[in-house]
Nanobody
Framework: QVQLVESGGGLVQPGGSLRLSCVVSGSIFISYGMGWYRQAPGKQRELVAT???????NYVDSAKGRFTISRDNAKNTVYLQMNSLKPEDTAVYYC???????????????WGQGTQVTVSS
């Protein structure tokens, strides 16, 4: 069974940093686009950053200059380095990945279970 397993969330003071990781657990043929989304209480889930297999990245405006998304294709892992964190970054962060399980199967989207990030003094 293929799952996305996230780690790295926690409590951090404003201005601090956290690094989120998301690894694909289980056997797959190939991973395509990967990304991070977040959902704050009472708000809709929003895109934070995405990265293609060829490492082309895009960010929501509020993350530009502070967050960096990266990936290791050999390890089927995506990272989100978050610096200069603000209280408004507080949310549950979800990993998303487009995966092809076998050579003959189609591509499907998978979601992680979410990891809580809280920015507070």
């Amino acid at each position: 069974q293929v799952q996305l397993v996230e780690s790295g969330g926690g409590l951090v003071q404003p201005g601090g940093s956290l690094r989120l990781s998301c690894v694909v657990s289980g056997s797959i043929f190939i991973s395509y686009g990967m990304g991070w989304y977040r959902q704050a209480p009472g708000k809709q889930r929003e895109l934070v950053a995405t990265i293609t297999r060829s490492h082309s990245a895009n960010y929501v405006d509020s993350a530009k200059g502070r967050f960096t998304i990266s990936r290791d294709n050999a390890k089927n892992t995506v990272y989100l380095q978050m610096n200069s964190l603000k209280p408004e970054d507080t949310a549950v962060y979800y990993c998303n990945a487009e995966l092809q399980k076998t050579r003959s199967s189609g591509m499907s989207a998978y979601w992680g279970q979410g990891t809580q990030v809280t920015v507070s003094s």
